[in-house]
């Protein structure tokens, strides 16, 4: 059961839960991917029907912000708390370098995911890291080709919102992947 907030369903879970519920995303047979909506993304799906499908189809949707959990308790169905993107990918990464999993990075300016990329290796010894691609490419089948070859367990997709919760619906499952966490602007901080 989801916790509908304007018109999309959050799960209502801490930072550790959904750190757990992400890395069995990840060990499950098929694809999946999360979402992690602020106030302006519910803004932008009420208006933007497609969008909110891609929010709605998500296997994870996480409270990325104090405004939709301030929403939320002033609708009367309180979340435990926010679930900031950035702080999901941190404990995914813990996760996954224990567990030798492989990431790969989309997004950014060209430069910035092999920044980040080169700092997260240093910070998660164990974790990965199998490749990276950056976010102003004209076509998607090289990129589809790209993580695929990569063999990816998990790819975060920094694209900025919309235009990353579409790619992951619909070019993630060709991908190979298990799990695509969408991140916003998080690659500008791992490259920092
Ligand atoms: N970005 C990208 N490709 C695009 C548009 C944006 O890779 O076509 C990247 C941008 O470089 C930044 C990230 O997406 O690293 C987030 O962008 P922004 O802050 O504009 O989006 P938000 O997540 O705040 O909506």
Redo the contacts with the bound molecule.
């Keep these: 059961m989801r916790t509908d907030i304007l018109g999309v369903g959050f799960d209502d879970l801490t930072l550790e839960e959904a750190a757990a519920a992400g890395a069995s995303l990840v060990e499950d047979q098929g694809f999946h991917y999360a979402v992690t909506p602020n106030p ?1 993304f519910l803004l932008a799906a009420r208006k933007d029907q497609p969008f909110r499908q891609a929010l709605l189809d998500a296997d994870l949707v996480l409270a990325d912000g104090v405004g939709v959990v301030y929403s939320a308790k002033l609708l009367g169905r309180p979340l435990k708390g926010r679930v900031p993107g950035i702080e999901f990918a941190q404990a995914l990464m813990g996760w996954m370098a224990k567990h030798g999993k492989r990431l790969f990075l989309l ?3 060209p430069g ?1 995911a092999e920044l980040a990329a080169a700092n997260l290796r240093d910070r998660y010894p164990g974790l990965i890291l199998c490749g990276t691609h ?3 490419f004209k076509e998607d089948e090289p990129v589809v080709q790209a993580i695929r070859e990569s063999g990816a367990d998990v790819v975060f997709v ?7 919760e579409f790619w992951m619906a619909k070019y993630g499952p060709a991908t190979g992947a298990h799990l695509m966490v969408g991140l ?2 998080s ?2 901080v791992f490259a920092g």
């Excluded at 920094?158 to 990353?164: D, H, P, V």
Aim: hydrophobic share 30%; glycine share 26%.
């Design positions: 302006e997004g950014a300016k910035v950056d976010g102003y920094c694209l900025g919102a919309l235009k990353q916003g602007g690659l500008d």
